[in-house]
């Protein structure tokens, strides 16, 4: 089966970074994404990695390694908009239809 | 573009009763999928149409749940009999099938099975 594993819940003073850790093993890899989803609402595509290394968009980077499983969303200047699930996913096949494996989400308060 | 529209936002039935939710993808999108998202079992994956054929519909609970995709546009999600342990929110999402196959999501469904 697949398998990605994210911390439940964060909690991070606003101004801070805060670092989101996700393993993963799965039967496939073809790519890496982060979603972000606020409460109530849809998830909504943060980043994606494919390669090993860091990708960094704005206030959040993400980073990869393949042959540890491992990735990690980083947030820096938090907001108190960023509270809010961080959802890792792993795009299993390299096949036209783009299915993915979603973790259970990583719950992040961010307080005053 | 209006992104992924799925009808109705929230829906509140009886158990028993047949449920469909609705979903319009983003146009030029060649895959959809549907999920399920509970707080004990996170977001399901429960079917997913490449070019409007099912390719993967293990994740369906059981034969209550049925999912058609008849063109391009529009598929539906449905539930007969719906239980209460149906309750959950329902997303749909599309992707282009082209670059990184990023997922849109809708903006889901809450159902409420009495």
Redesign the interface.
């Known amino acids: 089966g697949q398998n990605i594993d994210q911390p439940t819940e964060m909690t991070a003073t606003e101004g801070a970074i805060v670092q989101i850790n996700c393993t993963y093993q799965t039967s496939g890899f073809n790519g890496l994404f982060w979603y972000q989803q606020h409460a109530g609402e849809a998830p909504t595509f943060l980043s994606y990695n494919v390669l090993d290394g860091l990708e960094e968009k704005g206030r959040f980077s993400s980073f990869l390694s393949r042959s540890k499983g491992y990735s990690y969303l980083l947030l820096k200047e938090l907001q108190m908009k960023d509270s809010a699930s961080y959802l890792c996913a792993v795009r299993l096949h390299n096949t036209n239809a783009g299915k993915s494996t979603f973790g259970d989400g990583t719950t992040l308060t961010v307080k005053p | 573009d209006a992104g992924v529209i799925q009808s109705p936002r929230h829906e509140v039935t009886e158990m028993g009763q047949e449920v469909t939710l609705r979903c319009k993808p983003i146009s030029g999108h ?2 959809l ?1 549907w999920y399920r998202q509970t707080m004990m079992r ?2 399901e ?1 429960l079917i ?1 149409f ?1 070019n409007n054929v099912p ?2 519909d293990s994740g369906m609970p059981e034969d209550r749940f049925s999912a058609k995709m008849p063109n391009a546009s529009f598929s539906t999600l449905k539930i007969q009999p719906s239980e209460p342990r149906d309750s959950a929110v329902y ?1 749909c999402a599309s ?1 282009p ?1 082209r670059g ?9 469904t809450r159902l409420s099975v009495l």
């Open positions: 060649n895959s999928f996170g977001l994956l997913y490449n390719i993967d997303f992707s099938n990184k196959n990023i997922q849109y999501f809708g903006a889901g």
